[in-house]
Each structure stands twice: as C-alpha cells, then as structure tokens.
T-cell receptor, first 115, second 111 residues
Framework: DTEVTQTPKHLVMGMTNKKSLKCEQH?????MYWYKQKAKKPPELMFV???????INESVPSRFSPECPNSSLLNLHLHALQPEDSALYLC??????????????FGPGTRLTVL | GEDVEQSLFLSVREGDSSVINCTYT??????LYWYKQEPGAGLQLLTY?????DMKQDQRLTVLLNKKDKHLSLRIADTQTGDSAIYFC???????????FGIGTKLQVIP
C-alpha cells in the first residue's frame, strides 16, 4: 500500500464552524506533513510531524491545530477560519527524517471553502 | 535563502519533446525533485536528482543539473496528452525535512 488517503475530499464551512481534516497512511512512514495550496500557487508547508511529535510549525495561525494520534494518522483541526483560508490542503508522508532520499508521498487533498 | 523559479506555461505538440526549466538559489540544496500535479489531485514525484549528479535518465524523463548556474531541467521525450499537468521543481536543503516548491509550470500538450 503506497497510498496516502485524505478525508473529506471537499469541505465547505462557515467562519464559526469547527471541523477536522484527516489523513492516513499505512506505509510505516514516521514523518507526516500538512501543506496548503492556493490556486495557481505551489504547496506551502504548514506543519511537520516526526515520530508523532510536532517538529516544524511554519508560523501557522492558531486557528489551525494539527494532531498526530498515532504513526498512521494526522489530523488538522480547523476553528474560526477566514475566507482567505480557502485552499487545497495536502497531506504527505515520508519514511523518516533520517532517510537520505526522503521521498514525500502526497494524498489527493481536501478542497476547503470557507464562507 | 531558498527561492525556486520556473516559467509558468509551456505548450508542445504531441510526440515532441518538452523541456521544463527551473532555477534555484540555495547552493546547499542536496536533493532536487520534479513533481507532477494533475487537476484536482495531489502531487506525484516523477524523479529526483542528488546534488552531486549532472544527469539522470528514467525512461522518457531526463533531468539535467547545472550546479554552477543553479539550473535544473526536465526533458520529457515523446510527450503525450497524458503528460498535460503542472510540473513543480522542488529543492531540499541539507538534512531538513522542508522541501521548497517552485511556482509550477503548466504543460499543455496539443494533439
């Protein structure tokens, strides 16, 4: 299984809602990532988890809250978002931070619209 | 600093070769990658090159790296309509997990 799955595929939420994005992989990878991608832009790194601990937070606003319950799962909890947070949210995983090559496998993304 | 630049658009005829170019600024980059993104989908790693290599060939794909000029290119031979997508150049610096992506080149293949 070389797949990273993300749910839901699409999400529409109001600015007062609380929702969560989910990501799962069963490749035994120990590093997992959240990226945000706006239209016609490259993916921008948000968070990195390594061995279930947060290792990189790219100064992301606190209305985005990541969580790594176990080595296979990565969540992104959303609260009080703004319309400018509408984007494609991509999850990725890689073997671990010590891997020389460290290929990142990407999920298909969740298309988020904030009204 | 880290900055990866690419041209925005490339149009080629089916069967021709495509060459997508990229420049980067961080001379300590260790790995350079090419990713493909089809509409509405995530990113798929196509190929990569280690910074001590000049060239890498993988079936229809050829990657050339000029470290002196910090220039990376991806050549797709016999381009097919299924190759239409956005191609991202990306760099990884040292042992860090962070990968910085270029803005992406949209490849349009005309039948």
């Amino acid at each position: 299984d070389t797949e990273v799955t993300q749910t839901p595929k699409h999400l529409v939420m109001g600015m007062t809602n609380k929702k969560s994005l989910k990501c799962e992989q069963h490749m035994g990878h120990r590093a997992m990532y959240w990226y945000k991608q706006k239209a016609k832009k490259p993916p921008e790194l948000m968070f990195v988890y390594s061995y279930e601990k947060l290792s990189i937070n790219e100064s992301v606003p606190s209305r985005f809250s990541p969580e790594c319950p176990n080595s296979s799962l990565l969540n992104l909890h959303l609260h009080a978002l703004q319309p400018e947070d509408s984007a494609l949210y991509l999850c990725a995983s890689s073997q671990d931070e010590t891997s020389v090559y460290n290929e990142q496998f990407f999920g298909p993304g969740t298309r988020l619209t904030v009204l | 600093g880290e900055d990866v630049e690419q041209s925005l658009f490339l149009s080629v005829r089916e069967g021709d070769s495509s060459v997508i170019n990229c420049t980067y600024t961080d001379s300590s980059s260790t790995y350079l990658y090419w990713y493909k993104q089809e509409p509405g989908a995530g990113l798929q790693l196509l190929t990569y090159i280690f910074s001590n290599m000049d060239m890498k060939q993988d079936q229809r794909l050829t990657v050339l790296l000029n470290k002196k000029d910090k220039h990376l290119s991806l050549r797709i031979a016999d381009t097919q309509t299924g190759d239409s997508a956005i191609y991202f150049c990306a760099e990884r610096v040292g042992g860090y997990q962070k990968v910085t992506f270029g803005i992406g080149t949209k490849l349009q293949v005309i039948p």
